[in-house]
């Protein structure tokens, strides 16, 4: 089979329960989805609908209770450098340099130091940080820690990069910048981007397909594929009316949730 | 006005000695005390006790005799705990059966101070300079042994979620991410051990040794020389300060990182 007709994650009736002293908790029931090579794909939905554990399982950080998640049709046993995990507490080593902390995959493969001190230079080139080389990773904002972490993953060679709330601790106008260069490198590298948020907006300028998630347990919703033009324009009326679409399906399981009491089982 | 900001630091920290100094000179100089010497004659003392020629006696000009002994033995147990606490602390830190096999033991060794542990130190080492090295060894022990312990148990478990998926994993984790981690810690560890080091060296010098601050101390409470016993103690101080002065010193060149290590 061609790879192009394989997906690169799929996500096959996938449920995650997590087993406390007293009880369980169903993360995740039954969630499926494909997706291919290249996409820009945002999960969105309500605190504690299962997104960061669906994440979680794709990284390899996590197993499934039940069903499979394959990547290139193989299942995912664990953590790997060609998946990549951007965290929203950045979890950059502290005790390492910028310089350090984006060649600390290329050095653990074991190249050499001359091709690591290429990558690095490549890679802190892309996320504009030359000049912060050398600083440590308390000396940064918080934007440019997010920066070094997105750096870190692709200088790993990592081709689907999974994004947990990476902006949302980030001021208005620097998440903003940021969604910028994340596109831009999107569309320069061809990465495979899983990006999750709370922002219905940013969800809609960012992703190519919308996968709207609902707890009590966690499902996925609905998968929205956007036709909208690229770059994307928040004030313009086709924006608006996926806003609102959208809006009302992130909404959908308040009526639901009065009559299924709740998660816990 | 800068001069005088450069200078606050300084000038506080001088009040409380100079008060002290102030209150044992009246308190002498009135006789509230006949056992005390004055401010004067403990410093004139201090200089005989350094470089001699004012009483001629025993003790005078072997001041660096005495700390040279002391210190051979405060940086040696200090090292010999060190080289004992930190493998101990790390397996204790990793491995969930080292720390159920060690840790109620040590948890109960702990408590009993080294003072209590002298006569029985000196039945297993003898008298002499072997059993002041091993109750400052003592001393520094635990406080490297549980930093290290901390530093290695409080890695955030994000790092090693980030290692692994950068490639780095298993034993590799340990040197890569465990160890860096736990430095600021283990730091910390060997700043208190080094401090306790001092802090027990007259105990460890009450073995009978015949040279080292604490034996001076010792010697002169036997000849009811306070003077001596007061010079001795300014001089484990002053040794001990300094000492932790070159040890913060070292910290802030290699905790660069570290956002609070700037001591
Ligand atoms: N390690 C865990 N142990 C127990 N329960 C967990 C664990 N991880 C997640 N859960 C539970 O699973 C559910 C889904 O959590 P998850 O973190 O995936 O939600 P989320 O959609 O990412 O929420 P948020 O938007 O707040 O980040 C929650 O009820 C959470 O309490
Ligand atoms: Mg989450």
Redesign the pocket.
């Known amino acids: 089979m061609a790879k192009a007709t394989v997906p690169i994650v799929d996500i096959r009736d996938v449920s995650k329960v ?1 087993k ?1 002293q007293d009880r369980s ?1 169903t ?2 029931s039954g969630a499926n989805l494909s997706i291919t090579k290249g996409e820009f794909i945002c999960l969105i ?10 994440l979680r399982i794709m990284a390899g950080f996590d197993q499934p209770t039940s069903g499979e998640a394959l990547m290139w049709g193989k299942p995912i046993t664990g953590p790997d450098p060609g998946r990549g995990m951007v965290f929203q507490d950045y979890a950059l080593f502290p005790w390492l340099s910028v310089r350090d902390n984006i060649g600390f995959g290329p050095a653990a493969r074991r190249l050499s130091t001359a091709e690591v001190k290429a990558t690095v230079d490549k890679f802190i080139d892309l996320v504009g940080l030359q000049k912060f080389a050398t600083a440590y990773p308390h000396q940064l904002s918080g934007g440019m820690k997010q920066r070094v972490a997105i750096a870190r993953v692709l200088a790993n060679d990592a081709e689907l990069v999974l994004m947990d ?1 990476p902006f949302g601790a980030l001021d208005a106008m620097t998440r903003e910048r940021l969604q910028d260069e994340l596109l831009e490198i999107w569309e320069r590298t061809k990465l495979t981007v899983v990006f ?1 948020t ?1 922002s219905v907006e940013e969800a809609i300028f960012l992703a190519g397909r919308v996968v709207v ?1 609902t707890p009590g347990p ?1 499902r996925i919703e609905s998968d929205n594929v956007l036709e909208l033009a690229r770059p994307r324009d928040v004030a313009s009326p086709e924006f608006n009316d996926i806003r609102r679409v959208l809006g009302a399906k992130l909404h959908s399981h308040h009526s639901k949730v009065a009559s299924a009491p709740s ?1 816990a089982v | 006005m800068t001069s005088w900001r450069r200078l606050k630091p300084t000038a506080l920290a001088l009040i409380v000695p100079l008060l002290l100094l102030a209150f044992w000179q009246v308190a002498t100089v009135n006789r509230w005390t006949l056992l005390i010497p004055t401010p004067y004659q403990v410093g004139e003392y201090m200089v005989d006790f350094a470089v001699g020629g004012i009483y001629d006696d025993a003790y005078s000009g072997t001041l660096l005799t005495h700390l040279l002994a002391s210190m051979s033995r405060v940086y040696g147990g200090f090292a010999l705990a060190a080289s004992f606490a930190l493998p101990i602390g790390l397996l204790i830190g990793r491995l969930p059966v080292a720390r159920m096999l060690l840790d109620p033991f040590l948890q109960i060794m702990r408590p009993i101070p080294v003072t209590a542990w002298l006569p029985l130190s000196m039945i297993l080492f003898g008298l002499g300079a072997k059993s002041a090295f091993a109750l400052v060894c003592l001393g520094a022990f635990y406080p490297i042994l549980l930093n290290t312990i901390f530093g290695v148990r409080a890695v955030d478990p994000k790092l090693f979620e980030a290692a692994s998926m950068l490639g780095c994993r298993g034993n590799a984790q340990f040197y890569k991410v465990v160890l860096p981690a736990a430095v600021p810690s283990i730091f910390t560890g060997l700043r208190l051990g080094l401090g306790l080091a001092w802090f027990v060296i007259v105990v460890g010098e009450m073995t009978g040794v015949p040279q080292g601050l604490g034996a001076v101390i010792m010697d002169g409470r036997t000849l009811s020389r306070t003077e001596l016993v007061i010079c001795g103690m300014i001089v484990i101080g002053v040794a001990g300060y300094l000492s932790d002065r070159v040890v913060v010193a070292l910290g802030n060149r290699l905790l660069r990182w570290s956002p609070n290590h700037h001591g």
């Open positions: 997590f406390l908790i993360a995740l939905g309500a605190s504690g609908c299962g997104k960061s554990t669906l709330e999750v709370h998630m966690g998660s």
